[in-house]
T-cell receptor
Framework: GQQVMQIPQYQHVQEGEDFTTYCNSSTTLSNIQWYKQRPGGHPVFLIQLVKSGEVKKQKRLTFQFGEAKKNSSLHITATQTTDVGTYFCAGTAYSGAGSYQLTFGKGTKLSVIP | ETGVTQTPRHLVMGMTNKKSLKCEQH?????MYWYKQSAKKPLELMFV???????ENNSVPSRFSPECPNSSHLFLHLHTLQPEDSALYLC?????????????????FGEGSRLTVL
């Protein structure tokens, strides 16, 4: 079945440093989504990428979708304490018989040291 | 307020109890999901319902029994659970379900029900 691997599992950064999490799929994806879960909270949708090579920005966050549509990354510039949380990628792939399967990565837990 | 409401927020139960988790979505979505979140498996899909029909059961033990009476409500009935079932149970909804021939679009999660099995 489809597998989505996300690295690193944990990342500790000093406030102001940059942060990147990477997502790799075993199959070609139709789209990829990113979610953020604050400590004690629930996953909240950040963005969806659909096109090959697509790059989207949200303030200090930059999201990329690979040319082959099998990998993606989330980059945060100059981290702040408000960025603390776990970032999940979720890839959608066609699984046959008219069905699509959405698979979450295991997440990257970001800690920001003030 | 995410548009997806889960109750109860916290539940403690013994292994012989029977309890239910409830989820309600106010977004007009057609698909609803149950996910289990624990330290070992951060987001583990359990069940998917599309237009009230179960389209996915991810090899979940029979002690978890889902029910979807309509597109807005989803239940998870619990009985004879084990301590390892202690986790955060998240409900989510999306415009389309994965078996509907369309990409699901974004998932809206509820705040979760924190379950502790003693």
């Amino acid at each position: 079945g489809q597998q989505v691997m996300q690295i690193p599992q944990y990342q500790h950064v000093q406030e102001g440093e940059d942060f990147t999490t990477y997502c790799n799929s075993s199959t070609t994806l139709s789209n990829i989504q990113w979610y953020k879960q604050r400590p004690g909270g629930h996953p909240v949708f950040l963005i969806q990428l659909v096109k090959s090579g697509e790059v989207k920005k949200q303030k200090r966050l930059t999201f990329q979708f690979g040319e082959a549509k099998k990998n993606s990354s989330l980059h945060i510039t100059a981290t702040q304490t408000t960025d603390v949380g776990t970032y999940f990628c979720a890839g959608t792939a066609y699984s046959g018989a008219g069905s699509y399967q959405l698979t979450f990565g295991k997440g990257t837990k970001l800690s920001v040291i003030p | 307020e995410t548009g997806v409401t889960q109750t109860p927020r916290h539940l403690v139960m013994g292994m012989t109890n029977k309890k239910s988790l409830k989820c309600e979505q106010h977004l007009g979505h057609n698909a609803m999901y149950w996910y289990k979140q624990s330290a070992k498996k951060p987001l583990e899909l359990m069940f998917v319902y599309n237009f009230k029909e179960q389209t996915e059961n991810n090899s979940v033990p029979s002690r978890f029994s889902p029910e979807c009476p309509n597109s807005s409500h989803l239940f998870l009935h619990l009985h004879t659970l084990q301590p390892e079932d202690s986790a955060l149970y998240l409900c989510a909804s999306s415009q389309f379900g994965p078996a509907g021939g369309s990409i699901t679009g974004e998932l809206f999660f509820g705040e979760g029900s924190r379950l502790t099995v003693l």
